[in-house]
């Protein structure tokens, strides 16, 4: 099946260690992104990416990283630095000609 | 800068009783984009409006783009348990830039 597929779906970890989601897609687009949700918030976009090779900082970037080495594949590391990073973080990618977003069914990060 | 907003945050109703969410843009937007999330789920794309006064129907859901391109509104008629969840909106903005509003939560007591 065609889809956006992230792992893992829930993640425990210590606060100083750093973290990698995983985040792959079979469906061919071009354009990934990856957002942050917090409990009964909205989306805030981290950080995205239109090519292979090439990412740009969304609105809350401190403290995260990424790398777009392959056009499926878009992981998000959340570093030490991230002052609060326990929450659900959501991967979505579009076609770039595209208009709709699709979603991956999330991760959740709880920091200890 | 540019935001998207929505009202209400909250709204629980009746099962049968009607429920509206509006969207509002401090700018001009290209299209825009509506989105469910069930409790525990993640956003599914559910209607994208272009035209300047568009409105859209699927079954129950009634969607509305304005006049100005800046404001759209969600009506969902004889709401259903299977409704409840988060309803975003997400406009597009000229410099094609998508931008999503904080949600509203729709919770429906039977």
């Known amino acids: 099946d065609g889809g956006i597929t992230q792992s893992p779906k829930y993640l425990f970890r210590k606060e100083g260690q750093n973290v990698t989601l995983s985040c792959e897609q079979n469906l061919n687009h071009d354009a990934m992104y990856w957002y942050r949700q917090d409990p009964g918030q909205g989306l805030r976009l981290i950080y995205y990416s239109q090519i292979v090779n090439d990412f740009q900082k969304g609105d809350i970037a401190e403290g995260y990283s990424v790398s777009r080495e392959k056009k499926e594949s878009f992981p998000l590391t959340v570093t030490s630095a991230q002052k609060n990073p326990t929450a659900f973080y959501l991967c979505?990618?579009?076609?770039?000609?595209?208009?709709?977003?699709?979603f991956g069914e999330g991760s959740w990060l709880t920091v200890v | 800068g540019q935001q998207v907003m929505q009202i209400p945050q909250y709204q629980h109703v009746q099962e049968g009783e009607d429920f509206t969410t509006y969207c509002n843009s401090s700018?001009?937007?290209?299209?825009i984009q509506w989105y469910k999330q069930r409790p525990g789920g993640h956003p599914v794309f559910l209607i994208q409006l272009v035209k300047s006064g568009e409105v859209k129907k699927q079954k129950r859901l009634t969607f509305q783009f304005g006049e100005a391109k800046k404001n759209s509104a969600l009506h969902i008629t004889a709401t259903q348990t299977t409704d409840v969840g988060t309803y975003f909106c997400?406009?597009?903005?000229?410099?094609?830039?998508?931008?999503f509003g904080p949600g509203t939560s729709l919770s429906v007591i039977p």
């Open positions: 700018t001009t937007l290209s299209n």
């Open positions: 979505a990618s579009k076609l770039d000609s595209g208009n709709t977003i699709y």
């Open positions: 997400a406009g597009r903005t000229s410099y094609d830039k998508v931008i």
